[in-house]
Structures are given as C-alpha cells and as structure tokens.
C-alpha cells in the first residue's frame, strides 16, 4: 500500500491549487487530508467517503477546499481556492477503511506530504 502525494507549489493570496494523492494497493473506504503548519500540530482538512459520497471539512476551509477523489484513477483530490497565507502548510493525504473522522488515529496509511506555500 501506498500512497503518494503532489500538486504543491507557491501561490498567491486569493490564488487556487489542486493537490493529489495516487494510491496503490487497494481502494479504500475513507480517504483524507491532513495539514502541518510549521510550529503546528497536524490537522484535519478534509475527508470522504467515495463510495456514498459524504465529506467533511474542517471550519477553517469549507466553502473554499473541495475534496474528490477519481475512482477510476484511485486518485484523491483537494482543489483549494480564495487560498490564505494561512494555509501554508505541508498537506498530508491519508486513508483508512473505518469511518470518516477527524482523527488522525482512525488513518493507518499516509503519503509523504506536499508542501503549499501561500504568499501574501
């Protein structure tokens, strides 16, 4: 099993990114995003369940993030829009088979983390 995530990049205030995460080895139930600002503890951004459509998203991103995942590619997406320099962060994919949460103990496997970078 692994995953593998990319997209990251330096853009500007009020900008758009879209981050990746390619998995390999199976399909899973649930599949996330994480953050680590530097100084910061890793936090939840964004989850979903493919198979019957649910997400969720931390307060900090809905309305602006969209999470999606390419059943056919078994790819996760994170499209973020009207970005902050908050936001700057390594972004972090995971997946687990149990349930949607926003905790990171519920995610056994993680890719290695992008890092997006949002100038003011």
């Known amino acids: 099993v692994q995953l593998q995530a990319f997209g990251g990049g330096l853009v500007q205030a009020g900008g758009s990114l879209r981050v990746s995460c390619g998995a390999s080895?199976?399909?899973?139930?649930?599949m996330g995003w994480f953050r680590q600002a530097p100084g910061t503890e890793r936090e939840f951004v964004a989850g979903?369940?493919?198979?019957?459509?649910?997400?969720d998203y931390s307060d900090s991103v809905k309305g602006r993030f969209t999470i999606s995942r390419d059943n056919a590619k078994n790819t996760l997406y994170l499209q973020m829009n009207s970005l902050k320099p908050e936001d700057t962060a390594v972004y972090y994919c995971a997946a687990g088979s149990l349930a949607l949460t926003k905790r990171q103990s519920t995610y056994p496997y993680w890719g290695q983390g992008t890092l997006v970078t949002v100038s003011s």
């Open positions: 080895g199976r399909i899973f139930y649930v």
């Open positions: 979903i369940i493919p198979s019957r459509g649910t997400t």
